[in-house]
């Protein structure tokens, strides 16, 4: 045990370190190609079978992962990724709780089976919904909880030595919700068998998108050296013409290596080098990392190129791997978010990852086509609205400078029992995880730890003291936020956090149909969070459905009309607070999404666009706004820059 001086110094040392990385363990480094990294995608069809027995367990009890998948039964073609729920035409299957299995038989290389000694072979899966075991030629390699962020197992002893067979890949999966995940769920049996079948049950969630279950984000075999780069971190920051960039590198399997860093333009010049596994590159007149529509370069990405050698039985061993980095700094105050010291408005909108047929299955058109739709409406910011999208995604959005607040799979928080200390340690070990993988992305500029939790309750004081805390020890560079719906005289969890996200449905859920009362209600509802925390507030949702094609004058319900007089309501609000405290706008939602069958009508229909991508009347009026900000923003900031401010 540490005492005194030999504590103090303990923790300086650590601080000086300032490893972001605190408890993570490794890394999970986007896979990318380079001179020592292969790449072998393994996006396409699968074998598929559902488990349909009574108890989902006929896959265990008959070990279908011993063997190929077709000999344990019927087993179907699906695509990967996707999600399998709308794939057939069986409604059996779109509504499916249990085990389903997937099957993928592929050849490796024979140069990557030949060097055992100095070739890790890796299986990483993006995103699978919700709990994944992961078997290489029947034998477990690992298994992982969570739906929404990659795994990955060195596969390398189970598949060298054997060139030229096929490695037989299952993945069993469970979409299974319970209390205790994220997001939370129930099952519910059904016990009077005069109305329902014996063993008939239900999964019953408290969030308002419907719950795919699949392989969602690619499947990719690659190869390291066994001296290799685990993880990279790095950290930015700037001062009059000289930028800063900090970065710690991780490196696994050795210990006798050497490390050069380059860190190149985007045009290619090498502008900084460095070298150990610790330290800082400095820039002179740096290119800063914007945000879309704060410059007329948005998005400006440097290339943090790190090359790693190493002694290993007489061979000489690299390992190469290149980071995008952006210069950029975020910071807080009681009435501004500062990017790179100057007011960031959010002028944005809430997603989801949610499409036809694919489900939440990663979709390369759809991402582009949303990036356009995201950049021709002006907005410049996004919530990854419930749990973290694809990395494919985020790579967009450091590329194009469009902001996120990147949020974890806390939604349905609703009941007591989400908030007990199982609960609590799944959340910690997830935010880990999200923080280890999008650490050094410059367009997460927040971290968002739930949405609409019962943050009234006792034990979400607690609760979410914890998981804030938590999650600022990883990473002290970012505000913390979560999404609130509570009284903001009962909500136990804003205390702790650096932004007020607040959501309010004003004349759709509440005093539905009148419009009247949207700026009023809308100016309290600011005024009262504002004087009791002294904090930035951002609307972090607002909206209303609207069926594209149904028209209605005087505006009523539904209709395109009303969607659009509601936004106008909540938009004079705004413009009267942001020029003191609300610090931005996200609508709810950018298009339409699927949700449970129930009281809607094929899903959440609050979308400026179709679930098509089709612009209702709504995408055209917060066209015309988000621009005007703009404009706005960019003659302010012309101003600051000819007074030198």
């Known amino acids: 045990v540490l ?10 040392c650590r601080l000086l370190l300032w490893c972001q990385a605190l408890a993570l363990g490794r890394g999970i480094l986007y896979p990318r190609e380079s001179a020592s990294r292969e790449l072998k995608e393994l996006t396409g069809i699968w074998s598929f079978r559902a488990d349909f027995s009574a108890q989902r367990d006929k896959g265990f009890v008959q070990r279908w992962h011993q063997r190929p998948l077709r000999q344990s039964g019927p087993v179907i073609d699906m695509p990967v990724p996707a999600s399998f729920n ?64 990659p795994f990955e197992a060195d596969i390398s002893k189970i598949v060298q030595g054997s060139p030229g067979t096929p ?12 209390p205790q995940t994220l997001p939370p769920g129930t099952i519910q049996f059904m016990r009077d068998e005069s109305k329902y ?11 308002d998108f419907f719950n795919y279950a699949g392989i969602h984000q690619p499947v990719v075999l690659y190869t390291t050296p066994s001296v290799y780069i685990d993880d990279i971190t790095v950290t930015t920051s700037w001062a009059g013409n000289i930028g800063v960039v900090r970065y710690q590198v991780l490196v696994t399997g050795g210990t006798h290596y050497s490390l050069l860093l380059n ?41 943090l190129e790190v090359k790693l050698s190493a002694q290993v039985g007489g061979n000489l061993l690299e390992d190469v791997y290149t980071l995008p980095v952006g210069i950029r700094t975020v910071h807080v105050t009681s ?11 959010f002028q944005g909108v809430n997603k989801h990852e949610d499409a036809d047929i694919r489900g939440k299955g990663l979709d390369w058109s759809l991402i582009v086509k949303d990036f356009n739709l995201l950049q021709w409406v002006g907005a410049n910011s996004f919530r990854t609205s419930h749990y973290p999208y694809a990395e494919e995604l985020m790579d967009l959005c450091d590329a194009y400078g469009i902001v996120v607040i990147d949020e974890c799979p806390g939604v349905g928080m609703r009941d007591p029992e989400n908030f007990g200390n199982k609960s609590l340690a799944h959340h910690l070990l997830v935010m880990e995880e999200l923080i280890r993988r999008d650490k050094n992305r410059p367009s997460v500029v927040m971290w968002s730890v739930a949405n609409e939790p019962a943050s009234e ?38 205390p702790y956090v650096d932004v007020i996200c607040v959501n309010s449905y ?40 609207a069926i594209a094609g149904l028209h209605n004058d005087p505006p009523l319900m539904f209709s395109e009309e009303y969607q659009t007089a509601v936004l106008k309501e909540y938009h004079s609000a705004f413009d009267k607070k942001r020029k003191e405290y609300v610090i931005g706008e996200l609508i709810w939602n950018f298009a339409d999404f699927m949700t449970d069958q129930g009281s809607r009508v094929l899903g959440n229909k609050k979308g400026i666009f179709t679930r098509q991508r089709q612009p209702k009347a709504a995408a055209f009026v917060l066209r015309d706004r988000y621009w005007k900000l703009a404009n706005e923003s960019s003659c302010l900031r012309s101003t600051l820059k000819y007074h030198n401010l």
Request: proline share 5%; charged share 20%.
């Open 3 to 12: 005492r005194g001086s030999s504590m103090a110094l303990c923790v300086l």
């Open 86 to 149: 709308e794939i057939t035409q069986d409604p059996n299957l779109r509504k499916y709780i249990g085990w389903v299995w997937y099957e993928k038989e592929v050849l490796l290389p024979r140069s990557w089976l030949l060097n055992a000694l100095n070739t890790r072979v890796v299986l990483r899966v993006g995103s699978a919904h919700y709990y994944t075991i992961v078997w290489v030629n029947g034998v477990q390699v690992t298994q992982h909880e969570g739906g929404h962020l």
């Open 167 to 178: 490695c037989r890949i299952t993945i069993a999966l469970n979409n299974t919700l319970t």
């Open 197 to 207: 079948p014996r063993g008939y049950f239900v999964q019953n969630t408290k969030f």
């Open 263 to 303: 860190l190149h333009e985007k045009e290619g010049k090498v502008v900084a080098t460095g070298d150990g596994p610790i330290g800082e590159l400095k820039v002179v007149d740096p290119k800063l990392w914007w945000p879309y529509l704060m410059d007329e370069n948005p998005g400006y990405l440097y290339y």
């Open 335 to 345: 009435r501004q978010f500062l990017i790179n010291g100057q007011p960031f408005y």
């Open 457 to 494: 309750l006792t034990a979400a004081a607690y609760y979410f003291k914890t998981v804030i805390a938590h999650t600022k020890a990883i990473d002290p560079t970012r505000p913390v936020t979560f999404v609130s719906n509570a009284n903001y005289t009962r909500d136990r969890a804003a």
């Open 506 to 545: 004003f004349s759709w859920y509440h005093d539905s149909g009148h419009l009247e009362v949207i700026q009023l209600q809308l100016n309290t509802q600011f005024e009262n969070w504002y004087e009791t925390y002294k904090k930035p507030i951002i609307q972090s949702e607002y909206g209303a459905d």
